[in-house]
Structures are given as C-alpha cells and as structure tokens.
Nanobody, 115 residues
Framework: QVQVVESGGGLVQPGGSLRLSCAVS????????AEWYRQAPGKQRESVAF???????NYAQSVKGRFTISGDNADMKVYLQMNSLKPEDTAVYYC?????????WGQGTQVSVSS
C-alpha cells in the first residue's frame, strides 16, 4: 500500500523559511517524478514545483528563485525548501508521487505566512 505523508508546515513570518518533507513508502522503484502542489482557501490547487529526476526541475513563476524541490531516493523522501516566504504563499501544500502510471497524494500540510 502506497503512503505519502507530508510534514514541516507551520506558521512563519514574511521573509522566513520552511522546509517541507514528503515521506513515501510502498512504491515500486523510484520516487521520481514527484510534484508539490498547494491550495489556498477559495482557490484551485496549483502546481508549485516538479522534479522529473535529480537536477531536472520546474517551478511555477510565482515561486521561482525562492523554492527548491529535491529528492532522496535512498530515503524515499521529497523536499520543498521555501525561502523568502510571502503571505500569498499561505496554503495547504500537497506532495504527489507518480509510480507506475498512478498518482498518489498525501494529506497535506498547512503553511501560514503572517506577521
């Protein structure tokens, strides 16, 4: 049974940093590709960062230069380093893994950016 569990969210002041983790278990083979999404209240879920393989990444324009996605295949984890956080980054962040053609989602972790 595939499990995807996010952690690392919380309340941070504008300009601060957080590192989200996504622990994956039960998959066959690699954790890649993987993607982080977010959903703010009243808005649609949007992709913020995608990793196809180590070094092959894409970012939403709104987070480019501030967020970094990475993965550790040995530990079966995907990370999202978020720097220079802004109030508009406030959302529930979700990790998605694609494994053998199926998508798996975690339950999400809340990130709140406020002074």
């Amino acid at each position: 049974q595939v499990q995807v569990v996010e952690s690392g969210g919380g309340l941070v002041q504008p300009g601060g940093s957080l590192r989200l983790s996504c622990a994956v278990s039960g998959i066959i083979g690699s954790i890649y590709p993987a993607e982080w999404y977010r959903q703010a209240p009243g808005k649609q879920r949007e992709s913020v960062a995608f990793i196809e393989s180590p070094g092959k990444t894409n970012y939403a324009q709104s987070v480019k230069g501030r967020f970094t996605i990475s993965g550790d295949n040995a530990d079966m984890k995907v990370y999202l380093q978020m720097n220079s956080l802004k109030p508009e980054d406030t959302a529930v962040y979700y990790c998605q893994i694609t494994n053998w053609g199926s998508d798996y989602w975690g339950q999400g972790t809340q990130v709140s950016v406020s002074s």
